[in-house]
């Protein structure tokens, strides 16, 4: 018999697949501890995690994987074979058509400067000043969003958007996007948005443990910040991030305040949503329910419910977002089960986080 830890080494699954399987009915261990739950695989059931981790890798629908995996056990080659060849046909068929599309969108981006994502960074120098402590909230609360999907390098770091007297910090990987700001003096110039890489963002991070106010430089594709005789700087990322003030205009949805600790009990102890996968990074994960209530709270739902209101949402993302919060009270803003769910802070709605919605499998 193979621990859970064992077979997720040996089969190229991680320990959350498996226990996502599990409660799918997928790939359900052989036997469970009635003491401490803990999940046993027999030896022949490392072919079907190795199988599973191939077919999820393809890109597989679950439904599919389920017949292919019965069909294997029961040496149903026919069956196997067929669902297979049927999976790669409609690959083959969405890549044609993305080709398509994709030959269309560079000619129009050929023919047309798109202001949306157009990235301006100074031609001369730009120097501000910024309060160490929010600087370091502003930091704190966008970091968890940033993305690391190495065919997305444009997003792999903080967007540091400076106009004014302000200073917006934004994060996004696709799937959540966090925004942030920081009251900025003595840069009376252009609006300026660079973008800076996570390790130099971090580095910035560990100088700000003080209460003055610290430098931060923009100089061409050099980023820097000082505070007292300390200092880092680095290279910005030299790509375009996306506009994240039309990204964050969505149309209002229902507010509801929540006691922050409460809530956070009610995900990590309440139901989830289970025989669904989260196509967000190919890699399954817990979902949670929401839905607001007629005496205006929200409740976590539980799996079998299917109100047409209900709204589903990552739930380990939804846990980092409500840490990022760093309020005992925050606002869930929920809207269509369709619209991303926002979560703000009562004493400041220009810093927020948002989370793409997860479509649910019928």
């Known amino acids: 018999m193979r621990s859970i830890g064992e077979m997720a080494r040996d089969g190229g699954l991680s320990v959350s697949a498996l226990r996502f399987y599990d409660r799918a009915g997928v790939l359900v261990p052989a036997w469970v501890d009635p003491v401490s739950g803990y999940r046993w695989y027999e030896p022949g059931q490392l072919e079907e995690a ?9 890109g597989m629908p679950l439904a599919d994987i389920r017949l292919v995996l019965a069909g294997w056990a029961g040496a149903d080659t026919d069956l196997v074979r067929s669902l297979l060849e049927a999976h790669l046909r409609r690959l083959e068929l969405g890549l044609s058509d993305a080709r398509s599309q994709f030959s269309t969108l560079r000619a129009l981006l050929d023919h047309r400067e798109n202001p949306m994502t157009s990235l301006h960074t100074a031609a001369t120098a730009t120097r501000l000043s910024v309060a160490a402590p929010e600087l370091a909230a502003a930091l704190d609360t966008v970091r968890f969003a940033a993305g690391s999907d190495p065919e997305l390098p444009m997003l792999s770091g903080i967007l540091f958007d400076i106009e004014g007297e302000e200073l917006r910090l934004v994060a996004t990987d696709r799937y959540r996007m966090a925004v942030a700001r920081a009251r900025a003096t003595g840069h009376g110039g252009p609006r300026t948005q660079v973008v800076v890489p996570l390790p130099l963002a971090d580095a910035m991070r560990a100088l700000l443990t003080g209460e003055e106010p610290v430098q931060l430089a923009v100089d061409g594709d050099r980023v820097s910040l000082e505070t007292g005789d300390r200092q880092t700087s680095g290279q910005s990322l030299g790509h375009e991030f996306p506009d994240y003030r039309r990204l964050a205009d969505l149309p209002a949805g229902r507010r509801v305040h929540v006691e922050t600790a409460a809530f956070r009990m009610a995900l990590e102890t309440g139901p989830v949503r289970t025989g669904e996968t989260r196509e967000q990074d190919g890699e399954p994960h817990d979902l949670s329910l929401l839905r607001v209530t007629e005496n205006e709270s929200v409740i976590v739902c539980d ?27 925050l606002i869930l803003e929920l809207g269509a089960p369709t619209a991303p769910l926002a979560i703000r802070r ?3 709605e220009h810093a927020f986080s948002l989370l793409m919605p997860v479509r649910l499998e019928n």
């Open 50 to 58: 190795r199988l599973l981790a191939r077919l999820r890798r393809a």
């Open 303 to 329: 799996d079998g419910d299917d109100d047409q209101n209900n709204v589903a949402v990552n739930r380990e993302f939804l846990l980092h977002a409500l840490t990022a919060g760093a309020r005992d009270e």
């Open 346 to 348: 009562p004493d400041d």
